[in-house]
């Protein structure tokens, strides 16, 4: 990766569907969200009906130079009856980590949302043991709020949350050019 490479997000195209496939079908790829073998077919289904790009939830690509890094997730949420919210989620494929991309896609993300929905309100939840994301996260402008206790069943058991926050007028932080680093 040469120096001032820079972290872009595209819709979802059909040559991304393996890359989905193997998500939901090899242990472990996904890291800690791995929740058990799923229905290999249904991101083709899902990509024929709306492309990922759906009111409720979607999907884009991070991607660097042209390369597939990963998948970034939102869906909409409600509080109060009244007050939208999108809750974010990312997985980078194992070769794209620790290189300064998971921050800089989870905050292009947000700017994103916050442009072309009128949200005030973007959330993340992550694992107790997930410093990578916490990390990420708070570099990509998000706030801890607290521990959403026994939020989830994994690996076995019930597991605390922690769920961080971006308000739209919080501040953003500045998406600069990734450092430069060996070629992948
Ligand atoms: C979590 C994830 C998105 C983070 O993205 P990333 O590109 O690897 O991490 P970033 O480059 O954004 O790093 C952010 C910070 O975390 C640190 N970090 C990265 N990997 C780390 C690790 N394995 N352990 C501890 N800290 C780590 C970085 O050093 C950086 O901190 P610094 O600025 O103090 O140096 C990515 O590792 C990933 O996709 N993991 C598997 C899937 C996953 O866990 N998704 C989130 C589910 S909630």
Not at 1 to 20: I, K, T
Request: overall charge neutral.
């Amino acid at each position: 990766m040469a120096d001032g490479a820079e972290v872009r997000l595209r819709p979802v195209v059909e040559s991304d569907l393996g890359m989905f496939r193997r998500l939901l079908t090899e242990p472990f790829l996904i890291g800690l969200d791995w929740s058990g073998f799923e229905d290999a077919q249904r991101p083709a289904r899902r990509f024929a009906q709306d492309g990922y790009l759906g009111e409720q939830d979607g999907r884009l690509i991070p991607e660097v130079r042209g390369q597939v890094c990963g998948l970034l997730s939102y869906r909409r949420g409600l509080y109060g009856g009244t007050a939208t919210y999108w809750e974010i989620g990312i997985v980078l494929l194992p070769e794209w980590r620790g290189r300064g991309i998971g921050w800089r896609a989870q905050a292009l993300l947000s700017d994103y949302l916050f442009s072309h929905s009128p949200v005030q309100r973007i959330q993340a939840g992550t694992h107790a043991e997930n410093t990578a994301e916490q990390k990420s996260l708070v570099k990509a402008g998000f706030q801890l709020e607290g521990v959403v206790r026994a939020c989830e069943f994994r690996a076995g058991a019930w597991r605390d949350g922690y769920l961080y926050s971006r308000l739209r007028d919080d501040p953003a932080p500045v998406v600069t050019p990734l450092p430069d680093q060996p070629a992948s």
